[in-house]
């Protein structure tokens, strides 16, 4: 059975400070991953994708995200934070055609 | 604009009420599916389809029933409403080669009492 965890439930980070958030996965094979946001009260936007090849992917918004087979992780950064950053990050596994969630971080960004 | 509509945004059952949540996308999109988003949860899956006359059950399907008679519509339905099935739902769609990811709807928020 596949699953995705994001062990941080919350992360509070200074505007203008990076900001890196984990996601671990288990499945047997490289996996189709994604990083979505959410801003409160809203649907959810894709923020990058990581299906193969170069496993440093460039996302909207200045999100990076590196996918690291020995680790089964693929964590998301920024390197300097935007108030507007402030939401909540899911990451995301594809097996099949099924999307699976991990519980996903809320972010606060601080003045 | 292209893209993923739910409606209603809200609604409000009582325990025991049927509704329809209805989903729909102008994109061409062979796969659809149900969402419902819970705090601390995630989202979780409850219906998918790989296209038209072709669905699937989830992680979390018990209460709802789905059919996919054409390729834009995917209406998720809730026979005999709880109050556990108070949540945010979200439906999403992709090509088959979800190439492009899994494009998602402004959500559903349904308060059963």
């Known amino acids: 059975a596949q699953s995705v965890t994001q062990p941080d439930i919350h992360i509070t980070v200074s505007e203008g400070a990076s900001l890196e958030l984990r996601c671990n996965y288990s499945?047997?094979?490289?996996?189709?991953l994604f990083w979505y946001v959410q801003s409160p009260g809203q649907g959810l936007q894709l923020l990058l994708k990581y299906f193969s090849g170069d496993t440093l992917v460039q996302g909207i918004k200045g999100f990076e995200a590196e996918f690291k087979r020995s680790q089964s992780s693929f964590n998301l950064r920024k390197p300097s934070v935007h108030w507007s950053d402030a939401a909540e990050y899911f990451c995301a596994v594809v097996r099949g055609y099924k999307l699976s969630f991990g519980a996903g971080t809320t972010v606060t960004v601080r003045a | 604009n292209a893209g993923v509509t739910q409606t209603p945004k809200f609604q409000v059952l009582k325990t025991g009420q049927s509704m329809t949540l209805q989903c729909a996308q102008d994109?061409?999109?062979?796969?659809m599916s149900w969402y419902r988003q819970d705090p601390g949860m995630g989202l979780r899956l409850i219906h998918y389809s790989v296209g038209a006359g072709i669905t699937d059950q989830g992680e979390v399907p018990n209460g709802y029933n789905v059919s996919r008679s054409t390729t834009e519509d995917f209406p998720l339905r809730l026979l005999s409403a709880a109050p556990s099935q108070t949540s945010v739902y979200f439906c999403?769609?992709?090509?088959?080669?979800?190439?492009?990811?899994?494009?998602f709807g402004s959500g559903t928020r349904l308060t059963v009492v």
């Open positions: 499945y047997g094979a490289t996996p189709y």
């Open positions: 999403a769609s992709s090509y088959r080669d979800r190439g492009d990811g899994y494009t």
């Open positions: 994109m061409n999109h062979e796969y």
